[in-house]
């Protein structure tokens, strides 16, 4: 396989104006034709008269080609391409392949997803259908007609408008559709299928009227009203924060249950993983439905954010998806709290990213190579992204980012543009000047902030002291300092802000200021200050930062109970868990007994009681840290000591707080009716993270309180939640039942299947990993379903840590069996798998050699797709 880089950018030789397609769907092949109207891109300096045209194209069968109108039997057709020789600077070129989407198991290009034709075309399955210029800088005006049977496929989509539509013999029927806006090749798509719909309509903020549709298989008509209203409060978010309104005079989703992501942005019919649109009070946790918010709005997002403005090559793929993860999780912060959705995506973050970059996969924010694409759908190329360009937002305010981003719109529309040309309008309309700032975009690795202080009583000064330093990472020796904005107060011994003036300096900054870091090395000196205070740090998580200053833990638990920014004060309880948990780990690896730090549970106490604080937040301070996030932290992560001294201070601190858990969780039980608003969810919220703890207290009246709550409740939450205490706890006989009951009262739901999956995987039992391959073996498991997949083999994975991490290797040798066998079926989802053994540098030698082994295997195998090379060859460079 080989390496693909920035570096050899170059312009395409020609230009693709008009795109027509006709589909011809049958059940065991389909036909493609299409007709291209290709111009010279004389704007390119060429060596020779005319160069050839190099289309892309795999796994097609060619059947004709013909370029203006004469058959051409002068071409050269490999794995990867299609060359001919045009002999005039414009033609038309006329190509009919054959293809067989019954077959296609990989899921991109065109393919059958239960009874349904779908399509996924990004980043490079358009050349699965047709041969083309694949590439995002290529945009062509689509006009695409489908022909299938009318029985079996009474709905037909394609992008834009319907334009005309007609039948054929033997009960054959045709619709043709014209997307007016030009459009790179990821964006096409076409479905065809037997689909109801759920039509609604908006009126954007110049009065046009838009059509909005939903097509669903019918069984699940009635779970997309929260998907709908999710899209309307998307367009309506988009027209008021970015002035944006949506062009076409139709905008379609379909839900199709076998696809490798979430969903696809797709110009005017977004194609959907069934999870994220359906959801209903039945069937879908609140995390769910607070998911179909997310997603719904990110790809009606990327209207513009992707499809309008596009990206110029690959290596640019987060300047739509950095963007747009940005703008969705600002979208969702205006919906919910904002506080806690940030600590949401803080914790995530942490927990993945951070590993991403410390791991053998960690590139820039805009890599400079990769050998298959699809690997680069990262954390880092959405999440870290979305920060890059959240920092951007904070260095200029919301009004300065929004005049940056409608220079951006405006100079941009209707082109593929890269990372630089979205800075350079931000820069261009405020001003301002971020070439260093750009280093977030080329440097890999999380950079390292270590802050002290000092004060100084005879001066009335405190000084605080930063040093930057990023870590090496594959390919970078070396680093150079980034631009790390901190977002910071100082408190006094009362829990108040000072007030903010840099020394020698006139001007007051009030209470909140955000510091400029830019050096390696760099103080900041603040003046008339009258008493040693408190420093309260990168707010919100201005930037993606390791930070650390020597906060004694009586300084995280004042943080924790005064710090007048919700943020940082969840921030102080974490940092204070972490802190016990740390020193837990060691006490439990040197054999001694362990004691709980009751300053902890002190301030568990005091949140618990606390009835104004927003109940989300509550659950949130109380949780732990994850395994997970323990296992990145660390220089060497034994797996056994974290999950024994988590599972240990759960325990403890549920026996500690026995009757303020109770009597809060008591006081949660009188919410009358379901809803699914902002506030009954951050209620459900509360009471299932105390259930939890309750669960640990070994008391049966709380076994029978949580079977009641698995029996009684009117919402998939609630008893999820009392599911996965019941799985997770020793108690075999309410165990099973609960499972069984489950199980054939949904049986009949794939969406509800996976979650009863991904539970059982996930819990931390002993046999762990012999559960999991007795799953396999279920009639509803299929390796052909990415969720399936996801919810038993990657739950159990990432999720499980100490039954994947068996000592025996057992579990690695599990994952790397299921990986090679996925790989004949599925390459990028495979690929996926490979995360967590690609991680082996952070275990102990055992585990390194154990998971080291497991991935010489996989790379050994005959056939490897690039996808499983790429990702398993780099883990183990
Ligand atoms: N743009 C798609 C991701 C496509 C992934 C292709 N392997 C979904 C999204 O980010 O909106
Ligand atoms: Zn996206």
Same mark, same amino acid.
């Given at each position: 396989?080989?390496?693909?880089?920035?570096?050899?950018?170059?312009?395409?030789?020609?230009?693709?104006?008009?795109?027509?397609?006709?589909?011809?769907?049958?059940?065991?092949?389909?036909?493609?034709?299409?007709?291209?109207?290709?111009?010279?891109?004389?704007?390119?300096?060429?060596?020779?008269?005319?160069?050839?045209?190099?289309?892309?194209?795999?796994?097609?069968?060619?059947?004709?080609?013909?370029?203006?109108?004469?058959?051409?039997?002068?071409?050269?057709?490999?794995?990867?391409?299609?060359?001919?020789?045009?002999?005039?600077?414009?033609?038309?070129?006329?190509?009919?392949?054959?293809?067989?989407?019954?077959?296609?198991?990989?899921?991109?290009?065109?393919?059958?997803?239960?009874?349904?034709?779908?399509?996924?075309?990004?980043?490079?399955?358009?050349?699965?259908?047709?041969?083309?210029?694949?590439?995002?800088?290529?945009?062509?005006?689509?006009?695409?007609?489908?022909?299938?049977?009318?029985?079996?496929?009474?709905?037909?989509?394609?992008?834009?408008?319907?334009?005309?539509?007609?039948?054929?013999?033997?009960?054959?029927?045709?619709?043709?559709?014209?997307?007016?806006?030009?459009?790179?090749?990821?964006?096409?798509?076409?479905?065809?299928?037997?689909?109801?719909?759920?039509?609604?309509?908006?009126?954007?903020?110049?009065?046009?009227?838009?059509?909005?549709?939903?097509?669903?298989?019918?069984?699940?008509?009635?779970?997309?009203?929260?998907?709908?209203?999710?899209?309307?409060?998307?367009?309506?978010?988009?027209?008021?924060?970015?002035?944006?309104?949506?062009?076409?005079?139709?905008?379609?989703?379909?839900?199709?249950?076998?696809?490798?992501?979430?969903?696809?942005?797709?110009?005017?019919?977004?194609?959907?993983?069934?999870?994220?649109?359906?959801?209903?009070?039945?069937?879908?946790?609140?995390?769910?439905?607070?998911?179909?918010?997310?997603?719904?709005?990110?790809?009606?997002?990327?209207?513009?954010?992707?499809?309008?403005?596009?990206?110029?090559?690959?290596?640019?793929?987060?300047?739509?998806?950095?963007?747009?993860?940005?703008?969705?999780?600002?979208?969702?912060?205006?919906?919910?709290?904002?506080?806690?959705?940030?600590?949401?995506?803080?914790?995530?973050?942490?927990?993945?990213?951070?590993?991403?970059?410390?791991?053998?996969?960690?590139?820039?924010?805009?890599?400079?190579?990769?050998?298959?694409?699809?690997?680069?759908?990262?954390?880092?190329?959405?999440?870290?992204?979305?920060?890059?360009?959240?920092?951007?937002?904070?260095?200029?305010?919301?009004?300065?980012?929004?005049?940056?981003?409608?220079?951006?719109?405006?100079?941009?529309?209707?082109?593929?543009?890269?990372?630089?040309?979205?800075?350079?309008?931000?820069?261009?309309?405020?001003?301002?000047?971020?070439?260093?700032?750009?280093?977030?975009?080329?440097?890999?690795?999380?950079?390292?902030?270590?802050?002290?202080?000092?004060?100084?009583?005879?001066?009335?000064?405190?000084?605080?002291?930063?040093?930057?330093?990023?870590?090496?990472?594959?390919?970078?020796?070396?680093?150079?300092?980034?631009?790390?904005?901190?977002?910071?107060?100082?408190?006094?011994? *009362?829990?108040?802000? +000072?007030?903010?003036? !840099?020394?020698? %300096?006139?001007?007051? &900054?009030?209470? $909140?200021?955000? =510091?400029?870091?830019?050096?390696?090395?760099?103080?900041?000196?603040?003046?008339?200050?009258?008493?040693?205070?408190?420093?309260?740090?990168?707010?919100?998580?201005?930037?993606?930062?390791?930070?650390?200053?020597?906060?004694?833990?009586?300084?995280?638990?004042?943080?924790?109970?005064?710090?007048?920014?919700?943020?940082?004060?969840?921030?102080?309880?974490?940092?204070?868990?972490?802190?016990?948990?740390?020193?837990?780990?060691?006490?439990?690896?040197?054999?001694?007994?362990?004691?709980?730090?009751?300053?902890?549970?002190?301030?568990?106490?005091?949140?618990? *009681?606390?009835?104004? +604080?927003?109940?989300? !937040?509550?659950? %949130?301070?109380?949780? &732990?840290?994850? $395994?997970?996030? =323990?296992?990145?932290?660390?220089?060497?992560?034994?797996?056994?000591?974290?999950?024994?001294?988590?599972?240990?201070?759960?325990?403890?601190?549920?026996?500690?707080?026995?009757?303020?858990?109770?009597?809060?969780?008591?006081?949660?039980?009188?919410?009358?009716?379901?809803?699914?608003?902002?506030?009954?969810?951050?209620?459900?919220?509360?009471?299932?993270?105390?259930?939890?703890?309750?669960?640990?207290?070994?008391?049966?009246?709380?076994?029978?309180?949580?079977?009641?709550?698995?029996?009684?409740?009117?919402?998939?939450?609630?008893?999820?939640?009392?599911?996965?205490?019941?799985?997770?706890?020793?108690?075999?006989?309410?165990?099973?039942?609960? &499972?069984?009951?489950?199980?054939?009262?949904?049986?009949?739901?794939?969406?509800?299947?996976?979650?009863?999956?991904?539970?059982?995987?996930?819990?931390?039992?002993?046999?762990?990993?012999?559960?999991?391959?007795?799953?396999?073996?279920?009639?509803?498991?299929?390796?052909?379903?990415?969720?399936?997949?996801?919810?038993?083999?990657?739950?159990?994975?990432?999720?499980?840590?100490?039954?994947?991490?068996?000592?025996?290797?057992?579990?690695?040798?599990?994952?790397?069996?299921?990986?090679?066998?996925?790989?004949?079926?599925?390459?990028?989802?495979?690929?996926?798998?490979?995360?967590?053994?690609?991680?082996?540098?952070?275990?102990?030698?055992?585990?390194?050699?154990?998971?080291?082994?497991?991935?010489?295997?996989?790379?050994?195998?005959?056939?490897?797709?690039?996808?499983?090379?790429?990702?398993?060859?780099?883990?183990?460079?």
């Amino acid at each position: 396989p080989k390496t693909i880089y920035l570096k050899d950018y170059q312009q395409p030789d020609y230009w693709i104006d008009e795109t027509q397609l006709t589909f011809e769907l049958f059940e065991d092949h389909a036909l493609v034709h299409s007709r291209l109207s290709i111009r010279l891109n004389d704007a390119k300096p060429q060596a020779q008269a005319q160069p050839p045209l190099v289309l892309d194209g795999q796994l097609l069968e060619l059947v004709s080609v013909e370029l203006d109108d004469q058959p051409l039997s002068n071409y050269q057709v490999d794995d990867d391409s299609l060359t001919l020789q045009p002999q005039t600077a414009s033609f038309a070129l006329a190509i009919t392949t054959r293809i067989e989407p019954q077959n296609n198991t990989a899921l991109e290009g065109l393919y059958k997803s239960g009874g349904m034709f779908c399509t996924q075309c990004e980043a490079e399955g358009f050349r699965k259908i047709t041969y083309y210029l694949d590439r995002p800088d290529v945009m062509s005006r689509f006009t695409t007609t489908v022909v299938a049977d009318r029985g079996s496929y009474p709905v037909l989509l394609s992008n834009g408008n319907p334009i005309a539509s007609g039948e054929h013999d033997g009960g054959r029927h045709w619709i043709s559709w014209e997307d007016p806006f030009p459009k790179p090749a990821y964006l096409f798509a076409l479905v065809a299928g037997d689909l109801c719909l759920l039509q609604d309509s908006f009126t954007t903020m110049t009065g046009r009227e838009i059509d909005l549709r939903i097509y669903v298989e019918p069984e699940n008509r009635e779970q997309c009203d929260h998907a709908m209203d999710s899209l309307k409060r998307s367009m309506r978010w988009d027209e008021e924060v970015y002035g944006r309104e949506y062009d076409l005079d139709i905008f379609m989703i379909v839900a199709v249950n076998d696809f490798n992501m979430g969903a696809m942005e797709n110009k005017g019919l977004n194609i959907f993983n069934s999870s994220c649109v359906l959801a209903q009070q039945d069937t879908a946790t609140d995390m769910a439905f607070q998911r179909v918010e997310a997603v719904v709005a990110h790809e009606y997002f990327h209207n513009w954010s992707g499809n309008r403005v596009t990206c110029r090559d690959w290596f640019q793929l987060s300047l739509k998806e950095g963007f747009t993860v940005f703008r969705d999780s600002e979208f969702s912060a205006d919906m919910n709290s904002r506080t806690v959705k940030r600590i949401e995506d803080v914790t995530f973050l942490r927990a993945n990213q951070f590993a991403e970059d410390a791991g053998p996969m960690a590139h820039p924010v805009r890599p400079d190579s990769f050998i298959e694409i699809s690997n680069f759908y990262t954390l880092t190329v959405y999440e870290k992204g979305a920060e890059v360009v959240r920092m951007l937002h904070t260095l200029l305010g919301a009004e300065g980012f929004r005049k940056g981003t409608d220079l951006y719109f405006e100079r941009h529309d209707g082109q593929a543009v890269t990372c630089d040309d979205f800075i350079k309008a931000l820069e261009d309309a405020n001003g301002a000047d971020f070439s260093q700032f750009k280093r977030w975009y080329s440097q890999a690795g999380t950079p390292r902030l270590d802050v002290a202080s000092h004060y100084d009583a005879a001066r009335r000064e405190y000084r605080l002291s930063f040093r930057q330093h990023c870590p090496a990472t594959p390919g970078q020796s070396e680093k150079r300092p980034q631009v790390i904005p901190v977002r910071m107060a100082l408190l006094d011994s *009362a829990g108040q802000e +000072l007030p903010l003036q !840099m020394a020698g %300096e006139q001007q007051s &900054l009030g209470n $909140e200021t955000v =510091l400029s870091v830019t050096e390696a090395e760099q103080e900041f000196v603040f003046a008339n200050i009258d008493q040693e205070p408190l420093p309260s740090l990168l707010r919100g998580f201005s930037a993606p930062v390791k930070l650390s200053y020597p906060y004694s833990r009586d300084d995280r638990v004042f943080l924790a109970k005064h710090d007048p920014d919700g943020f940082n004060r969840w921030e102080a309880a974490q940092g204070l868990a972490v802190d016990v948990l740390q020193g837990l780990v060691e006490i439990h690896r040197a054999g001694r007994p362990l004691h709980l730090d009751q300053r902890l549970a002190d301030i568990y106490r005091t949140v618990l *009681a606390d009835t104004a +604080l927003d109940a989300a !937040m509550v659950a %949130e301070i109380i949780r &732990l840290p994850s $395994e997970a996030y =323990l296992v990145e932290l660390a220089d060497t992560a034994h797996v056994d000591a974290i999950h024994f001294a988590r599972e240990w201070l759960r325990a403890e601190l549920a026996r500690s707080l026995k009757s303020e858990l109770q009597q809060r969780f008591d006081s949660l039980q009188v919410s009358a009716h379901y809803s699914a608003d902002a506030d009954a969810m951050a209620m459900r919220s509360l009471k299932n993270t105390l259930l939890g703890y309750l669960m640990l207290t070994d008391d049966q009246a709380v076994v029978q309180q949580c079977v009641r709550q698995f029996v009684e409740a009117d919402n998939m939450t609630d008893r999820q939640a009392a599911l996965v205490a019941l799985v997770n706890s020793p108690f075999e006989q309410p165990r099973q039942a609960a &499972l069984e009951h489950f199980a054939e009262r949904w049986a009949a739901y794939p969406l509800v299947m996976d979650q009863w999956f991904s539970i059982q995987a996930g819990s931390t039992q002993p046999g762990g990993l012999e559960r999991v391959e007795a799953l396999m073996q279920h009639p509803l498991f299929t390796l052909r379903n990415p969720n399936k997949v996801r919810a038993l083999i990657g739950a159990f994975a990432n999720q499980n840590l100490v039954n994947f991490h068996r000592a025996d290797g057992a579990g690695y040798r599990f994952l790397a069996d299921r990986i090679i066998e996925l790989d004949r079926l599925n390459p990028q989802i495979a690929a996926r798998l490979v995360t967590p053994l690609s991680r082996w540098r952070k275990f102990a030698s055992d585990r390194q050699q154990l998971m080291q082994q497991e991935l010489a295997r996989i790379l050994a195998t005959e056939k490897l797709s690039p996808d499983v090379y790429e990702v398993v060859s780099k883990s183990l460079a």
